[in-house]
């Protein structure tokens, strides 16, 4: 804008050149009005404001007389953006992060702004050398459509990852620790050799917490950088560490100011001993045990801090576990935020703690635990503001939600069902309740089974799951049995969490079975079994778990007691019993890895008749398969001899060539395993394991006995491999859980078995949903 001559007074505003902006609205943005004096500040604020509102490309001010001239040039209407040379990011996705608009003002200021957020998106993807292009093709009417041309370049990687200043530790025990990795042929799947500098600050921290725990208490992590190559293709990371002195642990004592708590009685648990390398980590694990111990015997507000004195001559940490009770602070209101679908009271029944009750800082870490465990939220925070009085504190729990239905399709092929498909429709907060609900089918070679799930976790408002099932279930075993079998029924079922470890669960179950389709040359144990059952069975579960993860446990252990009663109706009366436990070793601190475990399992069941039952095999336990891996499914254990056609007093039977598999009374396994992490193949998802199992079984339960020559003529059958003596098998095998689904297999090795067992060297499962 030209020198605005100044004095006198601005008469009028005259606006030209707006044609779509409504001349009130651009006074309304001027600084001066009219009746103002012509002031050279006051009009160069109002310029500048115009410009400000971005709806203009040019501004200019004249005087006529007393009148101000405003001349416009309106910025362009925007009427498309597309996004052109995009594959690694979505149209959806780069939209999200840009502000241009369809039907909003064009400005270049923004376009400029909005490509930098498009680079940003592809930073993200680790393709730093991507280039974005903004291309501005005019339209009438003053309209724009806005190209944002797009060349993506290939992936920037990582090519080398150095350190610098460590001793105590080879690069390649280090590069072990890092999440981050160096670019290699086999980690096609995986994003670890992306560089991401939020990873490099996340990777400082592992590496602080991997010398802590290794005894180096003065451990920092100076500088971690990532260099781009000239050609921008790779990069080059490096880490600068300095790791100070390495020390053991020294003494350990406690003091105690908590009332009616002495120091000895705390003694018993500590869990770290003299002369061992100071674990930061276990010594802070030990606190939170101890104060989690205190406040369950009722002492809510105990505090148990670590305090360490370094002693470098010696090289050793004394380490004191000062004990005290923390301030006095209790729950004054609980407010329940965000939960538009959930209602408040299945929030706040998972909350550890109630208005009135002590509030501790491990209330609010299991708060939000619990709360993302439903699995109703995509984000959840617990925060706090001062209360009423200073020993009263207000709690707020933050929510949003996410959907919580849930459609799967999906396929698989398994040694067991041979290729299936399944499809399901689930609903894990039905209306907001709490109740999960869901019908699901799967079709397979060997198998059809449709199921209808109903639970509620809290069933009366009270701490019990509840739920019914409804299920139809076909099983084709014509590639180990002679036969078929079909079950229809109804399942009722509750259980009751005792404590978090200790829980029980009940279930009634009515089952109508039918055995068919058995080959008119399977044994007479079979054909005579043929036929319509009807099974009432109550059963029963206690089950102890201090396992870490339930899912994939890597320490604790895990013990059921199962029982199943037989004979509430119905023409079946047995008595069966199973007890299962399994347990699990870490090997963190032995091999330097977390993805080393020891896991034991041992198992033993029995079952007994009363009341005259039926005796059917359908019931009986088999040994194989996954209970004994390099064994067919039932493929140890009792079973029939194939004989060949006879005439018997006149009459010509037909021969029994196949096999049946008749289960067993009693059973007993064993399986020791140690799960490893695959070499070259961790970043995939590979993991690997070497398994021993054994186990037993014997007992032949079936409702008569066919093995006496000849008194049992014609249905003399005979039977082998009723014996208790151990079956023994080896061998390796590996998990992936690779794109495609979930890929289990095992090669299994008999080390010890009978003559007749029949075995299998391979074990292959695959499964995805989606």
Do not use: C
Request: zero cysteines; glycine letters at 10%.
């Amino acid at each position: 804008m030209a020198h605005t001559p100044t004095g006198g007074v601005i008469e009028s505003i005259d606006i030209s050149g707006n044609d779509r902006i409504e001349t009130n609205t651009v006074l309304s943005y001027m600084v001066v009005q009219p009746g103002d004096p012509f002031n050279q500040d006051q009009l160069d604020r109002s310029l500048k404001t115009l410009y400000a509102t971005g709806l203009f490309r040019d501004v200019t001010l004249h005087r006529a007389g007393n009148v101000l001239q405003v001349h416009l040039v309106e910025n362009p209407i925007v009427n498309r953006i597309v996004f052109e040379g995009n594959h690694a990011a979505k149209d959806e996705d780069l939209r999200k992060v840009i502000a241009l608009r369809p039907r909003a003002v064009f400005s270049t200021q923004t376009t400029a702004a909005d490509r930098q957020k498009i680079l940003g998106v592809y930073a993200e993807k680790a393709r730093y050398a991507a280039t974005v292009t903004p291309q501005i093709i005019r339209l009438s009417h003053n309209r724009v459509d806005v190209v944002f041309q797009i060349n993506e370049a290939t992936q920037t990687l990582i090519k080398k990852i150095s350190f610098v200043g460590n001793r105590a530790f080879s690069e390649a025990r280090l590069a072990q620790v890092v999440s981050s990795k160096e670019t290699a042929w086999y980690r096609f799947f995986a994003s670890s050799d992306e560089y991401n500098p939020e990873r490099l600050r996340y990777d400082g921290e592992l590496l602080r917490r991997f010398y802590l725990r290794n005894g180096f208490v003065d451990f920092q992590v100076k500088n971690a950088t990532g260099e781009l190559s000239p050609d921008r293709k790779s990069f080059y990371v490096t880490f600068t560490v300095d790791e100070g002195l390495r020390y053991r642990l020294g003494r350990v004592n406690i003091r105690s100011s908590l009332k009616h708590v002495p120091a000895a009685s705390l003694r018993k648990y500590i869990e770290l001993f003299a002369n061992q390398w100071y674990d930061g980590s276990a010594v802070q694990h030990n606190a939170t045990d101890m104060e989690e111990i205190l406040q369950g015997q009722g002492h809510p507000f105990a505090m148990v801090r670590p305090e360490i004195a370094r002693n470098p001559e010696k090289r050793t940490v004394d380490l004191l576990f000062d004990v005290s009770e923390g301030p006095r602070v209790y729950v004054e209101r609980i407010d329940i935020n965000g939960n538009t679908i959930t209602e408040d009271k299945v929030i706040r029944r998972n909350l550890p703690m109630a208005e009135g009750d002590p509030y501790t800082p491990s209330e609010r870490k299991y708060a939000k635990a619990m709360l993302q465990d439903l699995g109703y939220f995509s984000s959840v925070s617990i925060d706090q503001s001062p209360g009423s009085a200073p020993d009263k504190i207000n709690v707020a729990a933050n929510l949003v939600e996410k959907p919580t239905g849930e459609f799967s399709l999906g396929g698989g092929y398994s040694t067991d069902v041979g290729i299936l498909g399944n499809i399901g429709l689930k609903q894990h907060n039905l209306l907001g309740s709490g109740v999960d609900a869901g019908i699901s089918g799967t079709m397979a070679y060997y198998q059809r089974q449709a199921d209808i799930s109903v639970s509620d976790p809290y069933f009366l408002n009270r701490n019990m799951v509840a739920g019914v099932d409804i299920f139809a279930i076909q099983n084709n075993y014509q590639t180990y049995q002679n036969y078929s079998e079909g079950r229809y029924g109804i399942s009722f079922r509750m259980g009751y969490s005792y404590n978090n470890h200790l829980s029980q669960s009940f279930s009634y179950s009515l089952t109508d079975r039918d055995i068919d389709n058995a080959y008119s040359d399977a044994s007479w144990y079979v054909l005579k079994q043929t036929g319509w059952s009807l099974l009432s069975q109550l059963s029963t579960t206690l089950t102890y778990d201090t396992r870490d993860n339930r899912m994939n446990p890597h320490s604790g252990y895990v013990v059921r007691l199962a029982g199943d009663f037989a004979g509430i109706g119905g023409n079946e009366r047995y008595l069966r019993g199973k007890l299962d436990a399994a347990y699990y070793i870490p090997l963190d601190d032995l091999m330097g890895n977390h993805d080393w475990t020891v896991a034991l399992t041992a198992g033993a069941g029995d079952i007994v008749n009363w009341g005259g039952g039926r005796s059917d095999i359908i019931d009986n336990f088999y040994l194989g398969g996954s209970t004994l891996r390099g064994f067919m499914d039932g493929g140890a254990g009792p079973r029939t001899m194939g004989i060949p056609a006879y005439t018997w007093q006149g009459v010509t039977y037909p021969m029994h060539s196949q096999e049946d598999f008749l289960g067993g009374r009693f059973m007993y396994t064993g399986s020791a395993t140690v799960n490893f992490p695959m070499p070259l193949a961790a970043d995939m998802g590979i993991k690997g394991r070497y398994f021993v199992d054994m186990g037993g079984l014997d007992g032949l339960r079936i409702p008569r006995r066919y093995t006496a020559y000849p008194q049992d003529m014609p249905y003399y059958t005979p039977v082998y491999s009723d014996t208790i003596k151990p079956r023994v098998s080896t061998g390796v095998g590996f998990s992936w859980k690779s794109p495609f689904g979930l890929i289990n297999i095992d090669l299994g090795i008999p080390v010890l078995k009978e003559k007749h067992d029949r075995t299998r060297l391979f074990r292959f499962g695959f499964g995805q949903q989606f």
